[in-house]
């Protein structure tokens, strides 16, 4: 097992399933110490972990709660005693509806969980982090965060947000040895996109059909990416949005 990240510590938000299960794997394969972070457990991902030779504690959090964020970060530095990375990518797709018909709550629910969440991490994660004089925090976007999508209006608000508030942050931090970048996935393979087109044949053949590669992308390979933008190999890369698609962007 390559040890790039040996007795370093990652927080990763969203860490249950999807692309925060694949990113939390990826990491402790490279020898991280890894803090998995979600509303709900899912034990098997500390025993992969675990499995691998990696060390991982699971802690319970709402990211949109100032409460639990603040005890999501202190509980990680009272188990590791330090923070190097963050892979702030927690967010839910909300209920589909045009912008006239967004209930009030939905928008206050996706927009809370989607862009406060990530503002309230790296609130908390920042001091933690400059405490160790040079570390990464990768938040999760969306291609729904540089384009339009029908239909997801919130979701769509929280994740353009998400860019820009990963931009300014990036400039605040980067001659204190943090850098910041921001990821956007395309369409991928998750329990997210399960729910959005009930696994419907013809629901999956529209989404698939955005991509040029026919096919929805894999958590493991915006995994990977996000390991790289957290490694010394991106070194000279802060406040990038780093788009991983198969070109529905570009179209």
Known sequence: MET????????????????????????AKKGAKIAVVDWKEN????????????DALFIKCDVSKTEDVKAMVAKTIATFGRLDYAFNNAGIEGTSAPT??????????????????????????????????????????????????????????????VVGLTKTAALECALLGIRINVICPGVIQTPMIDRLTGKNKEAIEQFTGLEPLGRFGLPEEIANSVVWMCSDEASFVTGHAMVVDGGFVAQ
């Not at 098997?44 to 675990?50: M, Q």
């Not at 629910?109 to 790296?122: D, E, R, V």
Request: charged share 20%; proline share 4%.
């Open 4 to 27: 790039p990240f040996k007795n370093k510590v990652v927080i990763v938000t969203g860490g249950s399933s999807g692309i925060g299960k694949a990113s939390a794997l990826a990491f």
């Open 43 to 54: 034990k098997e991902v500390i025993a992969l972990i675990k499995e691998l030779g990696g």
């Open 100 to 161: 006239y018909a967004c209930s009030e709550e939905n928008w206050d629910k996706t927009i809370g969980i989607n862009l406060k969440g990530i503002w309230l991490c790296m609130k908390y994660e920042i001091p933690e982090i400059r405490k160790q004089g040079k570390g990464v925090i990768i938040n999760c976007s969306s291609v729904a965060g540089l384009v339009g999508f029908p239909g997801l209006p919130a979701y769509v608000a929280s994740k353009h947000g």
